[in-house]
C-alpha cells in the first residue's frame, strides 16, 4: 500500500516506458500487417505507405483507442479482488507489459509471426491467474475475447468475400470493366470512409471530449465518406490509361482505378489497427496511472489520463519510423502474385472488421482479421494461390503466445513483487 | 522479422509459369516445319542443328515442369484443383515430346517425305501446329480467368477457343486420312521399311494435334468444376 505512495511517480514512471517500448515494438512489428498487402501489390511505394501508416495509426489510437484500452485495462481481470492489494496489479500491469515487449521482441527478432494481441492477453491472465489467484480472472470475459478471436477471422472472411464477390459482378464480369470500375470503385471508397469514421465518431471522440449525437453521427459520417469518395474519383480521373482496345490492357487499366482504392483501404487499415492494437500498450499503463492517480483505490470509472493515448500513438509511429522501413522492404522483395483488385477486398473487409470489433471494445488480433479476410478472397476465387502451411504456422504462433506471454510475465511479477516488498 | 507477415500466406501464382510452359511448347513444336524442310532438302547438317535446337526447347520445358510441380506443394489453397492443374501441365508437356520424337525419329532414319507428298504433309504439320497455338492461347487466357473469378464472359469466351481447337483437330483427322491415302497409292514404289516408317510419322504429327485438343479438354475440366 504504501508502496504506492512513496514509489507511485516512479512506478508511473517505468509503466510509461515499457508502455511505450510495447507501443514502440506493435509499430515495428505489425506494420508488415497493416500495410503489407498495399507495399505487394504495388499500390504504394515503401516511402508512401511509411507515411501513410505513420499518421493513420496515430489517428487511429488516438481518435479511436479508448474503448478496446478499458477493457484491457479492467476487462479482464476483476478489479474488486485487488481491492486490498492494489500494488500487485500495478506490479502485475508492468510486469505484463514488459513481458509481451519481451516476447515481441523475441519473436521478431527470430522472424515469427505474433499477434500483439494475444501476447499482452496472455501476459495479463497469467500473473492474475497464477501470480495472485485463479479467482482474480474475469474467465467468462476471457472466454468472450478468445471466443473473438476465433469470430473475427470469420466475419472478416465473409465480408471479404462478399465484397470480392461484388466486384466480380460489377466490375469484371462486365462488357468494359474499365468503365465499371471507374463507376462502382468510389462507392468502394465511400463504404471505406464510412464505417471508419461512423465507428471514430460513435466510439472514439468520447475520449478526447467530444459526444456526438447518433444522428449527427451518421451524418457526419456520410459527409465523411463523400468526401473520400469524392477525391477518390478527382484521383481516378487523373489517371492515365492505355488506351489500347485490347482486353489484356483492360484489365491492367482497371488494375490502376483499384490502386487508388487500395491506397484508401491502407489508410483504413492503418487507422483500424491502429485504433485496436494500441490498447495492448496502454491499457495496462492506464490501469497503473489510474491506481497511483487514486493512490490505490481502484475506481470502477475513471477517465483516460490525457497524455496516454498520444504516448501509445507515439510509440507506434516511432516503432514505424525506425523499423517498419525494414519490414516493408522485406515484403517488396517477397512478393507476390497481389494485384489491387484482390488485396484492396480482404484490406477493406479486414479494416471493417477491426473497426467494428474495437467499437465493442472487444481486443481482436489485427493479424487475426487479416488472416481470415485473405481466406475470404481466396474462397471466391480471388487468390491464386495461398500457402495453407504458412497460415498454419501463423495459427499456432497465435496458440504459442498465449502460454509464453504468461509464462513471461508470471517470470517478471515474482521478480518485481520480491524485489519491491 | 521477414515471416512476420501476412504475405508469407500468398504463395507463387501457378498460373504464370503454366502460361510460359505451354509458350515454350509451342515454340518447341514451330521448329517443326524447318527442321522438315531441311531434311527435303538433304541438308542433314542443318537437320541436325534444328533437331537439337528442338531437344533443347523440349529439355527446357521439362525443367519448367519440374520446377512447377515443386512449387505446387500439397498446401496450397487455389481457385482451380490441384490435381487438375497438374494434369494439365503434363498434358502440355506430351506436345513437346512429341515433337521431340518426331524429329528424333525423322533424323535417326534420315528419312525423308516422298516428293509428291510433300506440299500436303507440310499443310498437315502447319495445321497441327495450328492446334498447338490455338491451345496456347486458350492456357494464355488462365490470368484473365483468375481476374474474373472463373465466371462469366471470360470463361465463354475460352470455351469458344477450345471448341475452335477441335474445329483445328477435326481438320486434321480429314488430312490425315488424304495422307494416308496417298501414301497407300504408292507404296510398291518405296522401301517398305521406309513405308512403315511414314505412316508412324504422319500418326505422331497427328497426335501434335490430339495432344493439343486434350490440353484443351483439361483446361474445360478445369473451369467446369467450380
Redesign the interface.
Known sequence: MDILISHGSTLVMIAAVVGFFMAWGIG??DV??AM??SV?SKALTIKQAIIIAMVFEFAGAYLAGGEVTSTIRKGIIDPSYFADIPHLLVFGMISALLAAATWLLV???L????STTHSIVGAIIGFAAIGVSVDTVEWGKVLGIVGSWVVTPLISGIIAFVI??SA?KLI????NPLRQAKRWVPFYMFLAGFVLSLVTIKKGLKHIGLDIGTTEGFVYAIIVALIVAFIGSIFIARLKFNEKAD??HH?KNVEKVFAVLMVVTACCMAFAHGSNDVANAIGPLAAVVSIVGNEGEIVKKSALAWWILPLGGLGIVAGLAL?GH??IA??GK??????P?RGFAAELAAACTVVIASGTGLPIST?QT??GA??GV?M???????????????VVSWVITLPVGAGLSIIFFWILSSSMS | ????????????????PLEKHIRMVTKCCGQLPAFFAACAENDWDKAAVLRKEISDLEKEADSLKRQLRLE??G?????VDRADLLELLTQQDRIANKAKDIAGRVFGRQLQIPESLQEDFNQYLARCIDAAEKAADAINELD?L?????????VNLVAKMIHQLDQIEDDTDSMQITMRANLMAMEATLNPVDVMFLYQIIEWVGDLADLSERVGARLEILLARK
Not at chain 2, 498446401?75 to 481457385?79: A, D, K, S
Not at chain 2, 483468375?146 to 471470360?154: A, I, K, Q
Open positions: 515495428a512489428n508488415a500487417n503489407g498487402t505487394g519473436a521478431s527478432y522472424g515469427w509471426p505474433v470480392f464477390n466480380q469484371f464480369d462486365t462488357e482486353k489484356r484489365y523499423f525494414k519490414v522485406t515484403i517477397g512478393i507476390t502474385h497481389l494485384t483488385s493479424t487479416l488472416v485473405v481466406l481466396g471466391a476465387r480471388g487468390i491464386a494461390a495461398i500457402n495453407m502451411g504458412v497460415v498454419r504456422n501463423i | 522479422m521477414s515471416n512476420n507477415s501476412i504475405l508469407g500466406v500468398f504463395a507463387k501464382s501457378p498460373i504464370k505446387l506443394p498446401g496450397l489453397f487455389m481457385p484473365d483468375l481476374e474474373t473469378g472463373f465466371r462469366g464472359r471470360e
